[in-house]
């Protein structure tokens, strides 16, 4: 027990001593266990809060026509909301249609019909114009949609939405009507929107579904039915098996771009992640390793001492080990809720949600900094054990 009290006291007299290097190490440590606490919890977090932005972009999942089927029946999609309630998705309804033009004359154009209430849940990035006079004033989707949009005289279903490419091409303002013809029948829409939208629905005209049905004749029959499956590549394969299995009259076919440019992305922000904290720890453990090498060549002749009244090689290391251990505990404590913290703030700017508190990374960080304050000791133990006392207390 007394070798145990002399052994702590010691130690604890080293910290009174030179508080000076023993900050220095702490600060290292605190910083190497601060950014191992952040990119932990972020690590951790990354896939499901990468896989959440990467559903703004749109499906990952569709349903199409088998063979030559040329539709769906509508009542597969009636059957799927029933079944799946928490997956968002988009039934759509494809057409060609021509318009007419002084300039160009009668041109085709792809007529594409959806459910305008639910197209903001799987494209929330998509933007609409509203003034004729301001076509750089835009809204997100979602606001658009929100309000009642009927045109004057005119039933819900009958209004269009120009891809910002189409109505560039044929020279459209919002607010007049746009002349479609179809099947040999024309009829007149009011232009509520322009959308921008970065893909193919640039150059289509967008207007409810229902109206599309009525226009077309083919109510109750969808070209394709658009899926935005959450989770990770594992997760939308395991749905689309299941839709298979269910309607086998359906083709299920994911979106292998938009999966494995997911998973390409998740894979290499993680190894970013994972090398900066190795490049970052090995900075702390040359820091931490310099630091101890001043205590121990400080301290020689102490060291010499204690080796001349009988201390052993172990117990003397085990001194130096014990004071950095004793930092590096403190440390991580420390680094622990500051990294939490900082990773918290990189979560709300980056990706505008917090982060869940997670337990296991306490003890992760904690092990982290051990493991780099033990072998930070490693090369200055090494110094203590080579040192002969007679050499030393000669003044050599």
Do not use: C
């Amino acid at each position: 027990m007394l070798r145990q009290r002399l052994f702590f006291r010691i130690v604890y007299k080293a910290f009174r001593v030179q508080p000076g290097r023993m900050a220095a190490s702490f600060a290292a440590l605190a910083v190497g266990a601060t950014l191992a606490s952040a990119f932990l919890n972020l690590y951790f977090d990354l896939p499901r809060k990468m896989t959440a932005e990467f559903r703004t972009l749109g499906a990952n999942l569709i349903l199409a026509p088998r063979g030559t089927d040329a539709t769906v029946p509508q009542t597969t999609y009636t059957e799927l909301a029933q079944a799946h309630p928490q997956v968002p998705r988009l039934a759509w309804l494809y057409a060609v249609g021509n318009v007419g033009s002084q300039e160009a004359g009668d041109q085709e154009v792809i007529l594409a019909g959806t459910e305008l209430s639910r197209l903001a849940a799987l494209n929330p990035g998509w933007r609409v114009t509203t003034e004729p006079s301001e076509r750089n004033s835009s809204e997100p989707i979602g606001d658009f949609l929100s309000r009642p949009q009927t045109g004057p005289a005119e039933p819900e279903s009958r209004w269009l939405l120009a891809g910002a490419t189409a109505a560039s091409h044929f020279g459209w303002k919002v607010g007049e009507n746009v002349t479609i013809a179809y099947a040999g029948k024309e009829f007149a829409l009011p232009l509520l929107g322009i959308v921008s939208t970065g893909g193919s629905e640039d150059s289509q005209l967008l207007m409810p579904l229902a109206g599309l049905q009525e226009v077309t004749g083919r109510a109750g029959e969808l070209s394709l039915i658009a899926l935005a499956v959450p989770g990770a590549a594992e997760q939308v394969e395991a749905v689309r098996q299941q839709l298979a299995a269910r309607w086998p009259n359906v083709d299920a076919r994911p979106l292998r771009p938009v999966i494995e440019s997911e998973a390409r992305v998740i894979l290499k922000v993680r190894g970013l992640m994972f090398g900066l904290t190795a490049i970052v720890l090995a900075i702390v453990i040359l820091s931490v390793m310099t630091t101890v090498s001043g205590l121990v060549l400080d301290r020689r002749r102490d060291i010499g001492v204690m080796k001349s009244l009988g201390g052993t090689d172990r117990v003397i290391s085990m001194l130096f080990v014990a004071e950095t251990l004793s930092i590096a505990a403190l440390a991580a404590l420390l680094g622990y809720g500051v990294g939490l913290g900082l990773a918290q703030w990189a979560a709300e700017r980056i990706f505008a949600s917090p982060l869940p508190w997670r337990w296991d990374t306490l003890p992760a960080v904690v092990g982290v900094t051990l493991v780099v304050a033990f072998l930070a000791a490693a090369f200055p133990v090494y110094r203590v054990r080579r040192l002969d006392p007679a050499v030393v207390l000669r003044g050599n």
